[in-house]
Every structure is written in structure tokens, then in C-alpha cells.
């Protein structure tokens, strides 16, 4: 493999995520996200963290703010109810000091919304599918903006390698711990007592 595939493989999972990153930056920049990016803090009760699967991404990151005494749940944005966490994220999850043997998936239609949730997506299209399935534009945000390094697209590591699986992974904590920083600051009832 090239140092330039390598490079992508390792940081951004595929060309495909290389590109989303970018994009997403460039929507950033542009200002186009900006509704998703300064929620409310100090009013939210519940942080759930949103995917495409609720196997990988948002249960790694339920697994994190769980650990930092976060009220919390996770979803995915089409998903089977029930599902385990999938396998190399149980692994990866291991390596950084974090449990997901017992997670269960949960389906957008099997979640209950309440008002003073705030919903975390992975991607700006999951910030969409959020607003389109009727979840209020300002109960949504995205979790990147809170990541270091900054990165509003966090791309989907399913069936990736196992080196993107640790960025992606180490890039949900940063940005979890990042959050959960402004949610003491704004005294976020989300956080446990």
C-alpha cells in the first residue's frame, strides 16, 4: 500500500471520508452548519448520540460520556433493535479502557424524543435525517465540532481497518470529553449528581 493510502486509510477510513471530512469543513467554514453547532447546554437533560447503526460510532461514544457520569443513550439512524455492539469496535473499544460487550442497539422509531434532549450526530447528513424525521433543529448538533482535532464529519469505521477504527474511536473521545467540559460549564442537568 502507497504512504498516500495509508495516510488515508489510517486517518480518514477511505477516499470517501477523506472527501466528507473535507466537505464538512468547508460547510463550517461557510457557516452553513451553524445550527447544529452551539446547542443549548445548560438546558439539556440527556445526550444521545446518533449513527447510522448505533454498532460502532454513537455506542462508543455513549460508552464515554456514561464513564464521565453523562445522563446518555444512543441510537442509529437504521438499525435493528437488539443488535450487539459489532465485533472490532467491542475491540477497540477494550483498547481505550471502554466496555461495549453489553450494548444494545436501538432504532430511530424505537426512541422516545423528549424536550430537553440534545441529539449528537456523526455526520451532517444525520443531522438532517434528524430534522426530517421531526427532532427540532435546535435539539440537534454535531458531535465533531467538539473533537480535537476539530472534525464535524466523523466517518463510519464499519468494516474498516483496524487503524481507522482507533482514530475514529480516539477522535469520539476527545470530542466527547470536549463536551462534556461545556456541559459543567453551562451546569447541564445532563450530568449526574
Known amino acids: 500500500m502507497s504512504k498516500t493510502l495509508t495516510l488515508i486509510d489510517t486517518n480518514y477510513g477511505t477516499a470517501r471520508g ?3 471530512t ?19 447546554l445548560e438546558s439539556i ?14 455506542a462508543f461514544a455513549e460508552a464515554v460520556a456514561s464513564a464521565l457520569g453523562v445522563k446518555t443513550c444512543s441510537i442509529g439512524l437504521s438499525t435493528t433493535t437488539g443488535h450487539p455492539a459489532f465485533e472490532k ?8 479502557g471502554f466496555e461495549l460487550r453489553n450494548h444494545s442497539a436501538t432504532n430511530l422509531t424505537d426512541y422516545e424524543f423528549r424536550p430537553n434532549d440534545l441529539l449528537l450526530a456523526m455526520e ?9 424525521a421531526g ?12 473533537s480535537a482535532p476539530h472534525r464535524v464529519h466523523l466517518h463510519d469505521p464499519h468494516t474498516l481497518s483496524d487503524a481507522y477504527f482507533r482514530t475514529c474511536f480516539t477522535l469520539l473521545r476527545s ?19
Open 18 to 20: 477523506l472527501v466528507r
Open 22 to 40: 473535507v466537505l464538512g469543513q468547508v460547510a463550517y467554514i461557510s457557516g452553513s452548519i451553524n445550527p447544529f453547532l452551539n446547542p443549548r
Open 45 to 58: 437533560e440527556r445526550i444521545v448520540f446518533v449513527c447510522l447503526g448505533n454498532i460502532n460510532r454513537s
Open 89 to 96: 469496535a467491542i475491540q477497540t473499544a477494550d483498547l481505550l
Open 124 to 132: 451532517i447528513r444525520h443531522a438532517h435525517q434528524l430534522r426530517d
Open 135 to 146: 427532532i427540532p433543529t435546535e435539539a440537534i448538533a454535531l458531535l465533531g465540532h467538539w
Open 175 to 193: 470530542a466527547v470529553e470536549g463536551l462534556v467540559e461545556d456541559l459543567k460549564t453551562a451546569k447541564s442537568p445532563s450530568l449526574k449528581t
